[in-house]
Structure formats: C-alpha cells, structure tokens
C-alpha cells in the first residue's frame, strides 16, 4: 500500500526527532534503530488510521511509544534483559569533541533516569513539545507529566553536576 506523498515527504521528515526519541526510550543503538523501523513501518501500513489535519509527530510518537511498552513487556516475559546495563549511544554527535562528550555525558544520564521520567524529558526538553502535547502522546494527566518532568530534571541536573 503505497503512502500519499504528503504523509510520506512528512513523515520523512519526522525521522531524526523520532531516531532521537527512540535512542531516549531504548537506551540501546540496535534497539532503538529497530524501534524506529517497527514505528515507521506500523505508520505506513496503518495510514489511513491517520487523521489529515492532526499532527503527524503526536500519532508517531504514540506508535512508537506503544511499541516500546509492548517489546518491554515481551522481554519481561522471556526474563531477559532488553537492555544491557553498558550500553551507549552517542546520538546525533556533530560539532567537536567537547560537544561530543558533553552529549555523551547527557545520553547517560538520561539512561540512568526511570522510563517515565526519561519520556517525559525526552519529549519536552529534547523534542521541544508542550506540556500538553507531552501528556497526550503519553496518555498521562498533566499534573503527572509535570511531576515527572521535575523529578527527572532534577535527577539528570544531580548526575550532570556528579559528572563534571
């Protein structure tokens, strides 16, 4: 089923903020590249569940999260780790050296941070979108977004400042 150029050409657009926020979920290169390749595929063969005139990135980050949980939970089930505890992954590591490493300090940090705290910082402070917005894709009420968006500020601001 081939996608309407359109909903393509936008969704294209849409894959380094959705690479960023996979890596933010999955902690792990592999697995959020395959994240990301599930997430758009899911988007493709669903199109027409869509609805022209909505936000593209808001449904997006709602499949791809959706996905997050269900692999999660499959691997809980097998009783393996999903996510080896020395993974890393430099996301989007352009500029010098010393933007490289300061990067690299955050993306650990933001390991570190429970899975509802990182989507919620992943979402606001990375991806740029509003409180609201944030509280839709993760089905949350706003007051809970708030709280983890405070507690996982703080948390990576104690890592960040441990780091130094």
Do not use: C
Request: charged letters at 25%; a negative charge; zero cysteines.
């Amino acid at each position: 089923m081939p996608g309407s150029s359109s909903f393509t050409d936008e969704l294209l657009t849409l894959i380094p903020r959705l690479r960023r926020f996979a890596h933010a979920l999955a902690r792990d290169g592999a697995d959020a590249d395959d994240l990301l390749q599930a997430s758009v595929e899911r988007a493709l063969v669903r199109q027409d569940q869509w609805q022209p005139g909505t936000r593209l990135d808001s449904w997006m980050y709602r499949i791809m999260r959706n996905l997050w949980i269900d692999t999660a939970r499959a691997a809980q089930r097998r009783g393996e780790t999903f996510v080896p505890p020395d993974a890393g992954e430099e996301v989007g590591a352009m500029g010098g050296q010393e933007a490289s490493v300061e990067l690299h300090h955050v993306m650990r940090a933001m390991r570190t941070l429970p899975a509802e705290q990182r989507e919620a910082v992943a979402l606001v402070v990375v991806e740029g979108f509003a409180y609201k917005e944030a509280a839709e894709i993760l089905d949350v009420p706003i007051g809970t977004l708030t709280s983890r968006l405070v507690r996982g500020r703080e948390a990576l601001m104690t890592r960040l400042g441990e780091a130094a």
